[in-house]
């Protein structure tokens, strides 16, 4: 992004948003913005309520304060479709695809392009999976089984579905968990170049290497408090783990 560029405004945003489960307080009052064009890492130690936060914008959970801004807009959404229209992707560690259906139908999944007669169009689903695929610059056949497939696999199939749904923020919840080495890479490949086109990225991962690699932005989030939102650039792995374990630390054990 250019530096001397004025800020743009976030797509995305989370702005003083506090979920409670029974006494649990998961968040209290994050905030969080998600630009164009930019890979933002959520970092936290486990519990800190990450997950929490992604299922506040993908429409998972209702907060129970504060708002969801879309292009700077509150919004509402009552479940993950809500999220889902309004341009917003979520991949899982691990995704659920069909295994009985081809990569192909996962993608158009319920909304196939028919011809007349109300006909499923199998050419124009296998021309517009296999688009997708070289805009990602994966290499998996559109008539392939789901089932089989890698969970890397499985992410890219997500992540191409959520193009053909013309999704603008890409958001990821550990997806290297159960990855190898040269998936991650790929996967990181695939981030990279949505990013280029102009994607916001939320990344979480416990791998603080990762979130230097692919990332330009970090939240750290402790025991469901927001505690910064600051560029990745200049900043240590100390620095971060000092956010996310507690600046006190050192003064606790001298
Ligand atoms: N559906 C739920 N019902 C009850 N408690 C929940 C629920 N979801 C999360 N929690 C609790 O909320 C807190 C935050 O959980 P969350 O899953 O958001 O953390 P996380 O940062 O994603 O952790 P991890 O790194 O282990 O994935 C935890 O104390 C968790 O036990
Ligand atoms: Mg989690």
Request: hydrophobic letters at 45%.
């Given at each position: 992004m250019n530096q001397s560029a004025p800020d743009p405004a976030p797509v995305l945003a989370l702005k003083g948003v506090s979920k409670s489960f029974g006494a649990v307080r998961a968040l209290r009052d994050v905030s969080l913005q998600l630009f164009a064009g930019e890979a933002h890492a959520l970092a936290g130690e486990n519990g800190a309520g990450k997950s929490t936060l992604i299922k506040a914008l993908a429409g998972v959970h209702r907060p129970d304060g504060g708002e969801v801004l879309l292009d700077g807009e509150p919004v509402v959404f009552h479940g993950p479709a809500d999220a889902r229209d309004a341009g917003i992707a979520v991949i899982y560690?691990?995704?659920?695809?069909?295994?009985?259906?081809?990569?192909?139908?996962?993608?158009?999944?319920?909304?196939?392009?028919?011809?007349s007669l109300g006909r499923?169009?199998?050419?124009?689903?296998?021309?517009?999976?296999?688009?997708?695929?070289?805009?990602?610059?994966?290499?998996?056949?559109?008539?392939?089984?789901?089932?089989?497939?890698?969970?890397?696999?499985?992410?890219?199939?997500?992540?191409?579905?959520?193009?053909?749904?013309?999704?603008?923020?890409?958001?990821?919840?550990?997806?290297?968990a159960a990855l190898t080495g040269s998936e991650t890479a790929r996967l990181f490949a695939v981030v990279r170049a949505l990013r280029a086109e102009g994607a916001a990225v939320l990344f979480i991962s416990h791998r603080l290497e990762e979130i230097f690699a692919l990332c330009q932005r970090v939240t750290t989030l402790r025991d469901g408090r927001w505690i910064s939102s600051e560029p990745l650039e200049g900043l240590t792995e100390e620095d971060l783990v000092r956010r996310m374990v507690g600046r006190d630390l050192d003064d606790l054990y001298p």
């Open positions: 560690q691990e995704p659920t695809l069909f295994p009985d259906l081809s990569v192909a139908e996962n993608i158009f999944m319920g909304r196939q392009p028919r011809r499923i169009d199998r050419g124009a689903v296998h021309g517009t999976t296999a688009a997708l695929m070289r805009r990602l610059g994966v290499d998996l056949a559109p008539d392939r089984p789901a089932r089989g497939l890698s969970i890397a696999d499985q992410q890219i199939v997500e992540i191409a579905k959520a193009l053909s749904f013309d999704a603008r923020v890409l958001i990821m919840d550990e997806p290297t």
